[in-house]
Structure formats: structure tokens, C-alpha cells
């Protein structure tokens, strides 16, 4: 049995992770981890990893896993990454994956966290390099939107957000209006930014940050 993405995104128990834990961070006053943003990783993870010509099962356990990376959250923000691989394994097992896929996925969620993360295999990168770059003002919960908030003001000055992989290159670009600044970005994402280049190395290219047609690293990163 072949356990499929689209499997994944039909299971009850999985999607009332999902939902549960973007309600705890909703909670906790973060921006949206829910469907919006873990469909987001996993389309992007997957599309990194087909540009790199990787093959057709390796790609579908890197959209598996950018749908499954935050579910620890349910458990607490802090080592979410660690609490979701442990939740995850024996899920994956009963679903019908092999154990060497289950631990494929687990390794790729509990290495994705800043704190605590690393790319280990080609889909932990494609999946760090996805969900750091996601930043967007979608992403921000107008219900508690405050333009004192670091976050909540730079995601909501995102109007655009384009990855491209060419030439052995990665490259995030993003248009901002000037309800922030490039600066302030930098001081929430540049961990995030440093970790998408490892996760570029790790698959061979190296990676480009552009904000408003703007490069802010080097190129040979």
C-alpha cells in the first residue's frame, strides 16, 4: 500500500491536528499555521524538489511533510518540531507507510525548527526552505491584527511572495509596501533566512533573498 498525499489531507485525525494547532497558536497571538500555511509548505517543498528532478515519491513525502510540520504545536510552541515528529510516527505507521517513510517524514518535521533544526535529507530542506520563507500578509489574523506587532506589521506589508529554482539557484522574492521595512523584516527572519541557506547548500544551489527587486545576500550563499 502506497499512502498517498492526498490521503494524508483526507484523514480525520490528521486534519483535526492541523486544526488544533493553529487554534493554540491563534491562542497565543501568532500569525496563521493552519490550512492557509501548511498547504503553502507543502506545495512549495514539493516544487523545489521536482525543479531539482528528484524523484516523483521523494516529492510526494515532501508535500506529506510540509502538511504534517506544525502539528506539534497542539502540544506547545517551544520544540514543536520534536513534539510533532513523536505524535507523528505511530499515526503514520497505522496509515499504512512503511517505517522507513514514517521516519523519512519525522526526521524532516523534528529538524525544521530554528532552534533546534538542520537539514538532514533533501526533503527536511525543501521543507525548512518552504515554510521559513513563508511570509505574507495572509498569513496575518485580522482579528487581532496590530501594527505594533513586528510580526503582524511586516507579514501584513508582504504583498507578494515569489520563489523561483533555476540554475541551480534558489531564489525567494518579496514586494513590500512601506508599512515596514527591510530592516524590520530582517530582524524577525534573518535566522530563518540563514537556515534557507544552509537548506540551498544541502540540495547543491545556493540562495538569493530580494526584497523589492533588492538583494540583501551574497550571491555565492
Known amino acids: 500500500m502506497t499512502v ?3 490521503d494524508i ?5 490528521i486534519s483535526k491536528m492541523v486544526n488544533q494547532s493553529n487554534k493554540v497558536l491563534e491562542m497565543i497571538g501568532y500569525t496563521d499555521h493552519g490550512p492557509r500555511h501548511v ?7 514539493g516544487e523545489i524538489l521536482s525543479r531539482l528532478s528528484k524523484p516523483e515519491r521523494r516529492i510526494e513525502l515532501a508535500r506529506i511533510a510540509g502538511w504534517v510540520h506544525d502539528i506539534g504545536n497542539m502540544v506547545n510552541r517551544k520544540y514543536h518540531g520534536l513534539n510533532g515528529a513523536v505524535l507523528l510516527f505511530p499515526i503514520l505507521c497505522d496509515i499504512g507507510f512503511s517505517v522507513d517513510e514514517a521516519c523519512e517524514i519525522c526526521s524532516a518535521v ?18 525548512i526552505i518552504a515554510d521559513k520563507v513563508d511570509a505574507h500578509r495572509a498569513r496575518v489574523r485580522m482579528k487581532q491584527y496590530s501594527p505594533n506587532d513586528i510580526h503582524d506589521r511586516v507579514n501584513y506589508a508582504i ?3 515569489k520563489l523561483t529554482v533555476s540554475g541551480g539557484n ?4 518579496y514586494t513590500m509596501n512601506d508599512n515596514a521595512s527591510p530592516m524590520e523584516f530582517l530582524s524577525i527572519y534573518m535566522t530563518r533566512m540563514q537556515m534557507c541557506e ?4 544541502f540540495l ?18
Request: with cysteine.
Open 4 to 6: 498517498t498525499f492526498e
Open 9 to 13: 489531507i483526507r484523514n480525520e485525525k
Open 39 to 45: 498547504g503553502y509548505v507543502s506545495r512549495i517543498a
Open 110 to 127: 523534528g529538524s525544521h525548527e530554528e532552534e533546534t533544526g538542520a537539514p538532514i535529507s533533501d526533503i527536511s530542506a525543501a521543507l
Open 159 to 161: 504583498q507578494s511572495t
Open 170 to 173: 534558489i531564489t525567494i522574492d
Open 198 to 201: 544552509k537548506s540551498a547548500r
Open 204 to 221: 547543491g544551489c545556493s540562495f538569493t533573498l530580494r526584497i523589492n527587486g533588492v538583494k540583501l545576500n551574497r550571491w555565492d550563499t
